[in-house]
């Protein structure tokens, strides 16, 4: 056989059979990741669509043949929201702010408080005390449902807005995300610097621990604000006077209501749209602080 036939012959160097194959079938198996996603995206959001959607048709346009182009009726359907029981509506919404942003203020305190110490300090019991904290994580809300409404019933604040509020503040989760955290952002040189330095342990926390966790405690923060939010079962349990009740408990009472009066499903519709608005835009406010390094607030040598 000729030189000529065997270089024909033979492979390119550094190639093997197939490697033509190779790059296009990668690709092809790397587009599953993101078709996976894409399809867990629609299943998400198409609800939230179909939400927005309705809540801009009228009555009459919502109970014929549905289509995702919007209707005409979202000024009169927000009109009618307002005027239901002389904007009581308005009521459970401002309700819903107050359990979830000062709920999850104290429970992010809290929470920084006592991640930082079971990060920082050396003392008998921490890891047991993280330990009732996991199992605390694990769980369900449900289960401590009746057990903290037997609790408030004892001290007699049931039906108030610190019956509500008192379960939220301690979050087992927040704790946990706060230990983990603090562990990786505050170094223990630093701590230690502060203290030669002759800063208190207070000061140590607030002036160089807290920066450093803030990225952190606004994850704890926003997690906290979102499960109070949408708290349901709690609400439920504690609550008798409508004046008090979030803005879940009260959209529940006015679906009930529904069966009745149908004309009330548009504003079921339209006040369930205008909940997940404050949701939209806490996110975008506070989602710039999830870029800061790990080290942010440290000080600079």
Do not use: H
């Amino acid at each position: 056989m000729s030189s000529l036939a065997v270089r024909k012959a033979a492979p390119a160097a550094g190639t093997t059979p197939g490697t033509a194959q190779g790059p296009p079938l990668r690709r092809r198996i790397a587009l599953i990741p993101t078709l996976t996603l894409l399809l867990g995206a629609i299943y998400t959001l198409l609800p939230v669509a179909w939400v927005v959607i309705a809540s801009t048709k009228s009555g009459s346009e919502l109970f014929s043949t549905f289509t995702f182009l919007p209707g005409s009726g979202f000024a009169e359907n927000l009109k009618d929201l307002s005027a239901y029981r002389d904007g009581v509506y308005w009521k459970w919404m401002g309700n819903s702010a107050l359990y979830a942003g000062l709920g999850a203020l104290l429970s992010t305190g809290v929470s920084a408080f006592s991640g930082y110490a079971l990060a920082t300090y050396r003392f008998k019991g921490r890891e047991a005390i993280f330990n009732v904290l996991l199992a605390g994580v694990l769980m369900p809300p449900i289960i401590l449902a009746i057990p903290q409404y037997l609790l408030m019933a004892k001290a007699d604040i049931t039906d108030s807005y610190l019956s509500v509020l008192l379960p939220q503040i301690l979050s087992p989760y927040g704790v946990y995300l706060s230990r983990v955290y603090a562990t990786a952002a505050v170094p223990s040189d630093v701590v230690e610097a502060g203290r030669m330095d002759g800063a208190s342990e207070w000061r140590i926390f607030t002036r160089i621990a807290v920066p450093m966790m803030i990225p952190g405690l606004v994850t704890v923060f926003l997690f906290q604000f979102v499960a109070v939010w949408n708290n349901f079962l709690l609400p439920y349990i504690m609550l008798s006077d409508d004046e008090k009740f979030p803005i879940t408990l009260g959209l529940f009472t006015l679906l009930q209501q529904g069966n009745n009066q149908p004309a009330l499903y548009t504003l079921v519709i339209t006040g369930a749209f205008l909940a997940v608005i404050p949701l939209i835009a806490l996110f975008l406010v506070i989602q710039r602080f999830w870029s800061l390094d790990l080290l942010s607030g440290a000080v600079k040598s």
